[in-house]
């Protein structure tokens, strides 16, 4: 059993130390977490996997068929993972970004330490924020079981890098790692099978053979890590537990809300005297909707710990186990200098994907992302024509407001169906489930950043932003497209974020009609409402000096909103050439190590390109 029996207390209160049965051990917890992968594994269905170690776990373990992240990016989908709860509730959705959290947050690792347990990292964090004390026993790229006091139970987490975006980019050491493999284990490019969002070309072949190939590598270390584990005579009473932080860190698939950037691998191999008979037999594998939130919970439950309240995610296993939900949700915040704005539903069938921000591109220009050869590559092919149609749409200039897609017609979500007037019933189901959940959750994704740093220093932390002044933005933040009537008197709300969707609201909806009024907004007080109102004046094709002075004098600035002036200059085009030598002297400006500044560089210089 994982709970200890309940001694009932002896005459008087005293625990009789003569009738008291000896407490069961507890289990031993290791994660093994991979980076930037979807299930493309022998277990997973994939013919073109190599991986012995994985397809072994799965073989004596539980498989998780629909598990998926909440964010398709590595800061924002830890922050979930360790926390288990929404980023979006707490103020870390953003990547990456560093934000004070509530004094009464813990991580979960904190409550099993409580339990006895010696907890460690080895090494990677990427929370967005810093851990708790009281987190982690160790936490370094030496840190391992084999150094915990003697008696204690270890929980471990072992971040393997080989399968990262960058090992499949760049032409670095991973190269000659992927040259060691032995011949039976390497994929060539011949034989992948491109997705129907990629041309075929050889280049975009190898890019995603060398993917294949870092997983085999990642692989051979895992055995490596379980074979450790073995040596020292601990694999018989370690539960074991396998993910990746999000989908493939391939384009298309990481950074975007579709299968390919939130699907991911969940395995859960339980000893046998750890087993209990309401848990799924070895080998099984489990279709209900799973998210990477969860596994805190989980783990808590598995060591007969149950998970305090307050948490957004659920056990799967053990006695506190809890039923699947309706739909899982996952976001898109900034990334980089980009402001994205988007959130999923799936119901196990159909994605659902909301963006509040269709005027940035599905894929705008990142200075790390734009380094991706196979990017670049699908970015010149689709500029002069040789890559177009449905499968190109996510290099397109602007975002569809609404994706609709049903993953088992359509598994790599290509033909959106939203517009489609037999889907109007499912989409105004879909709507309002989203709806339901931000404000379930109070979803700070929808305050401008700026905003969200203003408001922590009045409340103490973005967890404790009230409730009340977020009620109104997620209706407020889709009003152009089905009620722009709403619109007009949050132009004059007290409340900033309100004043900031009306603004853009009404640039997105074209209109013009309220000119006047929107130019007036150029003075607000608030730095995120006047650069609202520059975007929506370009967009009904007033670019005055007054605009302009409105973001030269927040590119001297140097919060985040120095970054949301780039992007809005990159966006305006030409029309924002006078502001162009300031551009240039930040773009040779050095990067700094600041959660903002390290994306001043490449902003400008994506700014420039977008003039000429």
Same mark, same amino acid.
């Given at each position: ?316 296993? /053990?006695? =506190?186990?809890? @039923? $699947?939900?309706?739909?899982? !949700?996952? %976001?898109?915040?900034?990334? *980089?200098?980009?402001?994205? +704005? ?42 002069? /024509?040789? =890559?177009?149609? @449905? $499968?190109?749409?996510?290099? !397109?200039? %602007?975002?569809?407001?609404? *994706?609709?897609?049903?993953? +088992? ?53 973005? !967890? ?65 409402? !006047? ?82």
């Amino acid at each position: 059993m994982l709970v200890p029996p309940v001694v009932p207390l002896l005459a008087g209160g005293a625990l009789s130390s003569c009738t008291r049965p000896p407490a069961p051990p507890r289990p031993n917890i290791l994660c093994i977490t991979w980076e930037d992968t979807s299930p493309r594994f022998g277990c997973y269905g994939d013919p073109l996997a190599r991986t012995p170690a994985i397809d072994a776990l799965a073989a004596d373990g539980i498989r998780f068929s629909q598990a998926f992240a909440t964010a398709p990016v590595c800061s924002p989908s830890r922050s979930t993972i360790i926390t288990a709860r929404w980023p979006l509730s707490l103020g870390s959705q953003h990547h990456r970004s560093l934000v004070p959290l509530p004094s009464h947050l813990r991580c979960f690792p904190a409550y099993l330490r409580d339990a006895g347990y010696f907890c460690y990292n080895n090494a990677k964090t990427d929370y967005n924020f810093t851990p708790p004390a009281g987190t982690w026993d160790m936490c370094s790229p030496d840190a391992h079981w084999r150094k915990r006091p003697a008696g204690r139970p270890f929980f471990a987490v072992h971040n393997l890098a080989e399968t990262h975006q960058g090992a499949a980019m760049f032409t670095n050491t991973a190269t000659a790692q992927r040259a060691l493999l032995p011949p039976p284990l390497r994929v060539a490019p011949k034989d992948v099978v491109l997705p129907p969002y990629y041309p075929d070309t050889p280049s975009i072949r190898q890019h995603l053979a060398n993917h294949y190939n870092n997983i085999a590598l990642a692989d051979r270390r895992t055995a490596a890590l379980l074979q450790q584990l073995r040596d020292d005579g601990l694999y018989d009473n370690t539960i074991i537990i396998f993910y990746s932080d999000h989908g493939d860190g391939l384009p298309r698939a990481k950074l975007h809300l579709y299968q390919a950037g939130l699907h991911v691998p969940l395995l859960i191999r339980i000893p046998p005297h750890f087993y209990h008979r309401a848990m799924p037999p070895p080998g099984s594998v489990v279709s209900q909707l799973v998210t990477l939130m969860d596994i805190g919970p989980t783990l808590l439950s598995l060591a007969g710990i149950r998970p305090p309240p307050g948490l957004h995610g659920r056990a799967l296993l /053990g006695p =506190f186990a809890s @039923p $699947p939900p309706r739909y899982v !949700a996952a %976001h898109r915040d900034r990334i *980089e200098s980009v402001a994205y +704005c988007a959130r999923s539903l799936y119901d196990g069938r159909w994605r659902y994907v909301c963006n509040f921000r269709p005027d940035i591109e599905l894929h705008a220009p990142m200075f790390y992302h734009e380094d991706d050869p196979a990017l670049r590559e699908m970015r010149a092919l689709y500029h002069n /024509g040789s =890559f177009s149609g @449905p $499968p190109a749409a996510w290099l !397109a200039p %602007h975002a569809p407001p609404e *994706e609709l897609y049903d993953t +088992c017609a359509d598994p790599h979500c290509i033909t959106n169906l939203a517009p489609h007037p037999s889907q109007h019933a499912r989409l105004a189901a879909f709507r309002a489930a989203l709806r339901a959940w931000q404000s379930s959750i109070n979803d700070l994704g929808l305050v401008p950043e700026s905003l969200q740093h203003t408001w922590s220093c009045m409340y103490g932390a973005p !967890a404790l932003i009230p409730s009340a002044l977020l009620h109104n933005l997620p209706q407020l933040a889709c009003a152009w497209q089905h009620a722009p009537h709403t619109l007009l008197p949050a132009l004059v709300s007290s409340n900033a974020a309100e004043r900031y969707w009306a603004v853009l609201g009404l640039g997105l909806g074209h209109a013009t009609s309220h000119v006047a009024r929107i130019t007036a907004c150029l003075d607000d007080p608030e730095p995120c409402v !006047a650069c609202a109102a520059v975007w929506a004046l370009h967009r009904m094709g007033d670019t005055s000096p007054a605009s302009l002075a409105v973001l030269s004098n927040l590119l001297c600035d140097t919060s985040c909103e120095r970054l949301t002036a780039m992007e809005t200059a990159r966006r305006i085009g030409p029309a924002a050439a006078p502001l162009a030598p300031l551009l240039r002297t930040l773009a040779h400006s050095p990067g700094t190590n600041d959660f903002y500044d390290q994306y001043v560089p490449a902003a400008a210089a994506f700014a420039l390109d977008a003039m000429q």
